[in-house]
């Protein structure tokens, strides 16, 4: 516990001297890569595509892409979104990634290795949960931000189907700069037929608002 | 107007068919198909593009009523990957000995077994024979621009060789990334509608296909070959006159940073892109090497390859494909066939990676950098080809 609380005084020096928050600032580093992991049937490629799409509307370069078993429901699916101000060449899989999205909370006891693999020390999680963000982050052992909402609950409510990728992206419109809000509802709102992009806007700005962001 | 849309090279493939206006696609839908056809069955289902899209029952079928589309004269697109182009391959011999100008895309992709649908270029390296030209290419962007290229290429009068324009499955093929899109009226200028000579036509009828024996049937080959001995300088003026068209070029290869270089990495598509950022970081610790990356694999531009690879010290060779029981990978050995006669040469080393979909990284090709320049150090090759990282053998 006590080198929880050390590490939390470290992390808030260097919040203080704003090195932290840089590191994830577009115009502080070159790249921002995030790594997606979902279950196959929830979306997380569409997730990770939008959000590319929604920076290169920002005049951003972009890269997403999946990283594909065999295709099945149910099973573990990564994706990836690269964003930058310079063109993008590298073609390999994001190992140190500067933010995790979990589409499904089974993953952190089914693939927490995975999951948790390589992301940045000063990195951030979104996390698809009902539970507290520092709750999370005490039991995955992270000392970054932490994002949390109950992306089912809204999917199911909102679309009536467990998909949760643009209720998940509303948590990770919450805690990244580039790409804004306003550039993902403009993708969603040109990529889906006018009455499923409603839904799914709402969905997006309803888990926007209830995004809790924590830490240790 | 072009505009910017993020799409992966699947859908950019796809969009510059429907630039280039074709009259038929043929293909069949399954796996190991990719979304290429898919969207291109929304276009015209959609009122997009005029064309005949023939879905069939498989990609045997699909380049067999490409090539009789093509013979009256249509222009034609089909697409496939991995064990769909392992069926096509007695009809590539077809379309390319009959001279047909059909462009195909293919997602490369590993060869069976073990059942895999991931990347590497086992599917086309087996068919390298084939008589097409084969483009590689590094990102959506190029991929959209070749096939626009890859018409113009074809249905040149002096060429009339079939195309395929390759690029790494799901590296690029289901990779979204900005691509800017080719209007349908710039590409037209750019690609005008032609007529072919030789079609087949009720009023002037011809008979294509024909029979041959021992008497002439190799002359007929020896034309295919005499064409495909044009097509480096005919996709140069292409590649000219689409920069004038379109302000890009991409040539019959690409350098980086090879001028001065002791160490040359050569390779292929996706790879040669991760590749450039290996070359910076080593050239940061003052290590002389650079980029050498072939777009125009057959044929081989064989005086270009000679001239650009020979001032280097050592090739190290990147190959995304096996040929079994030869002395390396297809590019290896065809680089090594290019410096046959030649007394001065660099040193050759074939590096094995990317095999089934398995990842490339920077750092990965930095060791690859090193390796070779320890053999450099040595002067002298022992082990020519390696199998990067492969399970249960070390090299030192």
Same mark, same amino acid.
């Given at each position: 516990?006590?080198?929880?609380?050390?590490?939390?005084?470290?992390?808030k020096?260097?919040?203080?001297?704003g090195?932290?928050? $840089?590191?994830? $600032?577009?115009?502080g580093?070159?790249?921002?890569?995030?790594?997606?992991?979902?279950?196959?049937?929830?979306?997380?490629?569409?997730?990770?595509?939008?959000?590319?799409?929604?920076?290169?509307?920002?005049?951003k370069?972009?890269?997403?892409?999946?990283?594909?078993?065999?295709?099945r429901?149910?099973?573990?699916?990564?994706?990836?979104?690269?964003i930058?101000? $310079?063109?993008?060449?590298?073609?390999?899989?994001?190992?140190?990634?500067?933010?995790?999205v +979990?589409?499904?909370?089974?993953l952190?006891?089914?693939?927490?290795?995975?999951?948790?693999?390589?992301?940045?020390?000063?990195?951030?999680l979104?996390?698809?949960?009902?539970?507290e963000?520092?709750?999370?982050?005490?039991?995955?052992?992270?000392?970054?931000? +932490?994002?949390?909402?109950?992306?089912?609950s809204?999917?199911?409510e909102?679309?009536?189907?467990?998909?949760?990728?643009?209720?998940?992206?509303?948590? +990770?419109?919450?805690? #990244?700069?580039?790409?804004r809000?306003?550039?993902?509802?403009?993708?969603? $709102?040109?990529k889906?037929?006018?009455?499923?992009?409603?839904?799914?806007?709402?969905?997006?700005? #309803?888990?926007?608002?209830?995004?809790?962001?924590?830490?240790? | 107007?072009?505009?910017?849309?993020v799409?992966?090279?699947?859908? !950019?493939?796809?969009?510059?068919?429907?630039? @280039?206006?074709v009259d038929?696609?043929?293909?069949?839908?399954?796996?190991?198909?990719?979304?290429?056809?898919?969207?291109?069955?929304?276009?015209?289902?959609?009122?997009?593009l005029?064309?005949e899209?023939?879905?069939?029952?498989? %990609?045997?079928?699909?380049?067999?009523?490409?090539?009789?589309?093509?013979?009256?004269?249509?222009?034609t697109?089909?697409?496939?990957?991995?064990?769909?182009?392992? *069926?096509?391959?007695?009809?590539?011999?077809?379309a390319?000995?009959?001279?047909?100008?059909?462009?195909?895309?293919i !997602?490369?992709?590993? *060869?069976?077994?073990?059942?895999?649908?991931? @990347?590497?270029?086992?599917?086309?390296?087996?068919?390298?024979? @084939?008589?097409w030209?084969?483009?590689?290419?590094?990102?959506?962007?190029?991929?959209?621009?070749?096939?626009?290229?890859?018409?113009?290429? !074809?249905?040149?009068?002096?060429?009339?060789?079939?195309?395929?324009? @390759?690029?790494?499955?799901f590296v690029l093929s289901?990779?979204?990334?900005?691509?800017?899109?080719?209007?349908? %009226?710039?590409?037209?200028?750019?690609?005008?509608?032609?007529?072919?000579?030789?079609? &087949?036509?009720?009023?002037?009828p011809?008979?294509?296909g024909?029979?041959?024996?021992?008497? /002439?049937?190799? %002359?007929?080959?020896?034309?295919?070959?005499?064409?495909?001995?044009?097509?480096?300088?005919?996709?140069?003026?292409?590649? =000219?006159?689409?920069?004038e068209?379109?302000?890009?070029?991409?040539?019959?290869?690409?350098?980086?940073?090879?001028?001065?270089?002791?160490?040359?990495?050569?390779?292929?598509?996706?790879?040669?892109?991760?590749?450039?950022?290996?070359?910076? =970081?080593?050239r940061?610790?003052?290590?002389?090497?650079? &980029?050498?990356?072939?777009?125009?694999?057959?044929?081989?531009?064989?005086?270009?390859?000679?001239?650009?690879?020979?001032?280097?010290?050592?090739l190290?060779?990147?190959?995304r494909?096996i040929?079994?029981? !030869?002395?390396?990978?297809?590019?290896?050995?065809?680089?090594?066939?290019?410096?046959?006669?030649?007394?001065?040469?660099?040193?050759?080393?074939?590096?094995?990676?990317?095999?089934?979909?398995?990842?490339?990284?920077?750092?990965?090709l930095?060791?690859?950098v090193?390796?070779?320049?320890?053999?450099?150090q =040595?002067?002298?090759?022992?082990?020519?080809?390696?199998?990067?990282?492969?399970?249960g053998?070390? /090299?030192?």
């Open positions: 516990m006590t080198a929880h609380i050390e590490a939390r005084k470290k992390l020096a260097y919040l203080s001297i090195v932290l928050l $840089k590191g994830l $600032k577009i115009e580093c070159m790249l921002i890569e995030v790594r997606w992991h979902g279950r196959g049937g929830q979306g997380a490629v569409t997730a990770a595509e939008i959000l590319a799409s929604a920076a290169a509307l920002e005049g370069w972009v890269q997403a892409f999946p990283s594909f078993g065999a295709e429901r149910g099973a573990p699916v990564q994706a990836y979104t690269r930058s101000e $310079k063109l993008i060449l590298d073609r390999s899989f994001i190992y140190e990634p500067d933010i995790v +979990v589409l499904d909370e089974s952190l006891n089914a693939d927490r290795s995975n999951v948790l693999m390589g992301l940045k020390p000063n990195g951030k979104v996390v698809n949960s009902s539970r963000p520092h709750v999370l982050a005490n039991m995955l052992r992270f000392n970054g931000d +932490v994002a949390a909402v109950d992306a089912t809204i999917a199911i909102v679309l009536g189907v467990p998909i949760v990728n643009t209720a998940i992206l509303g948590a +990770v419109a919450r805690i #990244i700069d580039t790409p809000k306003e550039s993902i509802i403009e993708v969603m $709102k040109k889906f037929p006018p009455t499923v992009a409603e839904k799914n806007l709402k969905a997006f700005t #309803i888990a926007y608002d209830r995004t809790i962001i924590g830490r240790l | 107007m072009s505009h910017r849309l799409l992966s090279t699947n859908h !950019a493939v796809a969009y510059a068919v429907k630039s @280039c206006d038929v696609i043929a293909a069949y839908p399954i796996t190991p198909q990719t979304t290429v056809v898919e969207k291109l069955s929304e276009f015209v289902a959609d009122g997009e005029d064309a899209y023939i879905a069939v029952e498989s %990609e045997h079928t699909a380049l067999s009523v490409v090539i009789g589309a093509s013979a009256l004269g249509a222009r697109f089909t697409a496939t990957s991995s064990q769909g182009l392992a *069926l096509m391959h007695e009809l590539l011999f077809i390319s000995t009959m001279r047909l100008p059909v462009v195909m895309s !997602a490369n992709r590993s *060869l069976n077994m073990p059942l895999n649908i991931h @990347c590497d270029y086992q599917d086309m390296m087996a068919s390298r024979d @084939c008589g030209v084969q483009i590689y290419v590094s990102s959506a962007q190029e991929a959209h621009d070749t096939i626009i290229q890859a018409y113009r290429l !074809a249905e040149r009068s002096d060429i009339l060789v079939p195309v395929a324009v @390759c690029y790494d499955g289901h990779t979204y990334e900005p691509v800017e899109i080719r209007e349908k %009226e710039e590409v037209l200028r750019f690609l005008p509608r032609f007529k072919r000579p030789n079609v &087949l036509d009720l009023e002037r011809i008979t294509m024909v029979m041959a024996l021992p008497d /002439y049937a190799y %002359e007929f080959k020896f034309q295919l070959i005499d064409a495909l001995t044009k097509v480096p300088r005919a996709l140069e003026e292409v590649d =000219k006159n689409f920069e068209e379109f302000g890009v070029s991409y040539g019959l290869y690409e350098e980086y940073k090879a001028q001065d270089a002791d160490i040359l990495l050569v390779t292929l598509g996706a790879i040669a892109s991760t590749a450039k950022i290996a070359v910076d =970081k080593l940061e610790e003052g290590v002389k090497v650079g &980029l050498f990356r072939p777009r125009l694999y057959r044929p081989i531009p064989v005086d270009v390859w000679k001239e650009k690879l020979r001032s280097a010290k050592i190290a060779v990147v190959d494909a040929s079994f029981g !030869a002395i390396g990978g297809p590019l290896f050995t065809d680089i090594v066939s290019v410096f046959a006669n030649e007394s001065d040469r660099p040193l050759m080393m074939d590096f094995i990676a990317g095999i089934g979909g398995r990842d490339v990284t920077i750092k990965e930095m060791d690859i090193r390796m070779s320049g320890k053999v450099l =040595k002067g002298r090759v022992e082990k020519a080809c390696i199998y990067y990282g492969v399970r053998v070390e /090299y030192e």
